[in-house]
């Protein structure tokens, strides 16, 4: 099936560091989406694009999609202690109305 | 809105027992579904419902069987519970029944053990 495969699995860094997760798939993607889980808690929606290189920023998280849709982005410019959790792409399924999530990239920042 | 809603919170059971664990949204979502949530490998689809009376299955169904009599419930019933089930699990909801275009809203999760 659909397989939406993301890397690094773990990042460590210090605070104010930059960070980046990559998320790649090998077919076109009609869209995609991020999601972040605290430690204990729960995904959280964070983001969806959908266009041929789109960029989307907040605050200072810059989420790219790739030009051909297969491979997506989220940079984090400066970490802080409260951006430690799991980072998710997510993208359609093959069949049905799937979501299928990536393994997810773990952030730990140090103080 | 309570938005979606898990019970129990933390479970332990036995190789063989049963069990249901419950998933409520009160936001008229016609989509819900159930992820497994395992070290290192992500969320995994179990099984989805795009509406009531609808259900099908994901990634990951075996052991697992659901049904959607109502918008507002999406139960998950593990039949005979093995040591390979213990995870956390998380429930799902979104507007439509296109979940990939929707906003996923997901519960707090309920972690099982299985001795």
């Known amino acids: 099936g659909q397989q939406v495969m993301q890397i690094p699995q773990y990042q460590h860094v210090q605070e104010g560091e930059d960070f980046t997760t990559y998320c790649n798939s090998s077919t076109t993607l009609s869209n995609i989406q991020w999601y972040k889980q605290r430690p204990g808690g729960h995904p959280v929606f964070l983001i969806q694009?959908?266009?041929?290189?789109e960029v989307k920023k907040q605050k200072r998280l810059t989420f790219q999609f790739g030009e051909a849709k297969k491979n997506s982005s989220l940079h984090i410019t400066a970490t802080q202690t409260t951006d430690v959790g799991t980072y998710f792409c997510a993208g359609p399924g093959t069949s049905g109305s799937r979501l299928t999530f990536g393994e997810g990239t773990q952030l730990t920042v140090n103080p | 809105n309570a938005g979606v809603t898990q019970t129990p919170k933390f479970q332990v059971l036995k190789t063989g027992q049963s069990m249901t664990l419950q998933c409520a949204q009160d936001m008229n979502h016609e989509y819900m579904s159930w992820y497994r949530q395992d070290p290192g490998m992500g969320l995994r689809l179990i099984h989805y419902?795009?509406?009531?009376?609808?259900?099908d299955q994901g990634e990951v169904p075996n052991g697992y069987n659901v049904s959607r009599s109502t918008t507002e419930d999406f139960p998950l019933r593990l039949l005979s519970a093995a040591p390979s089930q213990t995870s956390v699990y998380f429930c799902?909801?979104?507007?439509?029944?296109?979940?990939?275009?929707?906003?996923?809203?997901f519960g707090p999760g309920t972690r099982l053990t299985v001795l």
């Open positions: 694009l959908v266009k041929s290189g």
């Open positions: 419902s795009v509406g009531a009376g609808i259900t």
């Open positions: 799902a909801s979104s507007t439509s029944g296109r979940a990939f275009t929707d906003t996923q809203y």
